[in-house]
């Protein structure tokens, strides 16, 4: 599945499109749609990798699910209680959400369970979810102390947390309101920023007392959570690659229809915005408790500005086309308090700065983020996206602009979030 992809330079990127459905929404769709009592329908649901990874453990565990005409999922939920022992590991293959959000989720069952991923995955850290789990009261075993998977879990018999995340991360909370599903008591996670709140959305939406307050979100035991129709909008994470492109290359404009613009995801339009992107929200609505809009981007001269604080969890997968906007900018470009970029896939500050690096932008890593000098013309030549789906789309975004082809490695990695993404560039304009 390696595969490598080549693009020239671009005219114009124009049109009117759609993207496939949000990640995490989807991944959310599969656990609580199993979890409920009655049929779960949904809509939008991201066909990828890393949701199949998801939909697979499920299915290991006893849940039907009927693919329907048109990609929509059936899901047979089995009730808070009605899973089954997996009779084999769980694969989660690249997902850093499947397998966090899972070992929260698996802590509560009263099985065993064992669960792997990929060679990025396994390389990843654990113990954010694994500690406050196993505090909770949940039997975790792991490589590296707890911290690597394979991750084998005895779960039952949990008692409600009361955690200060010392990260923004919606995979931390996620893993610990998932396992308070099945504590008797209130269930509380604090954060520094407030990370993506789908998990707190969706549980709501299937009849949980969930209570955010200003600094985290509280949880009650226990609920009867009731299957529903759920439609996935589009995500803004994929839509990201689109925006900058469009921003970044003379002479387009491009209407995105369809995006999830739940303030927590939304940080990229602010950060693009700010950098005097021309990018408007049209048509707002509301589909299944999540905010959604049209998008409507054109060209524009963008400059460098700094990005910190509590922006960075809301556009924390958007960081590496971020980047690069940034050297396509005039001035410069300082990323900080985005540490937590070194321990996704790849090390997207390593990854970023070593490709646009390559390619002759100014570009500097820092322990937390990155220093970006924009305005420098970008030359052809190849790259590697190091097996990271995101680097590769960043880059192929970069080669729009670039003063020749450039030629990206590794490319078969964005199966994960985005499998029709070369076609679709290749539609607009690449
Ligand atoms: O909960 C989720 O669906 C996700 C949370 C984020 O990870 P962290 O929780 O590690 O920040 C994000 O990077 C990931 O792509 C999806
Ligand atoms: C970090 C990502 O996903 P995950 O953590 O689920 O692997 C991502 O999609 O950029």
Redesign the pocket.
């Known amino acids: 599945m390696i595969q490598k992809q080549t693009i020239s330079p671009s005219r114009g990127v124009k049109g009117d499109m759609t993207v496939p459905g949000d ?2 929404i989807s ?2 769709s599969i656990m609580l749609g199993s979890l409920a009592e009655g049929v779960t329908e949904v809509h939008g649901f991201l066909h990828g990798e890393d949701n199949h990874a998801t939909l697979g453990a499920f299915r290991a565990m006893g849940v039907l699910v009927d693919e329907l005409p048109g990609g929509v999922l059936r899901i047979h939920g089995r009730g808070l209680h009605g899973l089954a022992e997996p009779g084999d590991v769980l694969d989660c293959g690249n997902s ?2 499947t397998i ?2 899972m070992t929260g989720l698996l802590s509560g069952q009263n099985f065993f369970s064992v669960l792997t991923g990929d060679r990025y995955l396994r390389k990843r850290p654990m113990k ?1 979810v694994v500690g406050p789990l196993a505090a909770m009261g949940a039997r975790i075993w792991g490589r590296g102390g707890g911290d690597l998977a394979p991750l084998a879990i005895q779960g039952g018999g949990l008692a409600p947390a009361d955690y200060d995340s010392p ?8 893993a610990l309101l998932l396992a308070g599903l099945y504590a008797e008591g209130v269930t509380t996670v604090r954060e520094p920023h407030l ?2 709140d ?2 707190e959305r969706m549980l709501g939406y299937f009849g949980a007392d969930v209570r955010p307050f200003p600094g985290g979100v509280s949880l009650v035991g226990h609920p009867r959570l009731t299957g529903r129709e759920v439609h996935v909008p589009g995500d803004i ?1 994929s839509a990201a690659f689109f925006m900058v492109a469009a921003l970044i290359t003379p002479g387009s404009e491009l209407l995105i229809r369809n995006v999830g613009v739940n303030p927590t995801r939304s940080g990229i339009i602010d950060i693009l915005q700010e950098m005097g992107g021309s990018l408007q929200l049209l048509n707002e609505r509301e589909l299944s408790g999540e905010p959604v809009a049209d998008i409507l981007v054109k060209s524009s001269d963008l400059k460098g500005i700094e990005i910190g604080g509590s922006v960075v ?1 809301r556009a ?2 958007e960081f590496p086309v971020v980047s690069v906007a940034a050297a396509f900018a005039e001035g410069t470009t300082i990323i900080s308090d985005a540490r ?1 970029l070194r ?2 896939e790849t090390d997207r500050i390593a990854a970023m700065t070593s490709a646009l690096g390559g390619l002759g932008a100014r570009v500097e890593a820092r322990d937390d983020g990155m220093v970006i000098h924009g305005g420098q013309a970008l030359s052809g030549g190849t790259v590697s996206s190091r097996g990271d789906h995101r680097i590769a789309m960043s880059m192929a975004v970069a080669a729009l602009r670039a003063t020749g082809s450039v030629t990206i490695e590794d490319t078969g990695c964005t199966a994960t979030s985005f499998p029709d993404f070369w076609e679709l560039i290749e539609r607009v304009g690449a």
């Not at 990260?167 to 996620?174: G, H, L, M």
């Open positions: 990640k995490s991944h959310r850093g959400t966090r959000l954010r990260i923004a991360s919606a995979q931390v909370k996620s990370s993506r789908h998990s994470s969890p924390i997968d937590e321990v996704k």
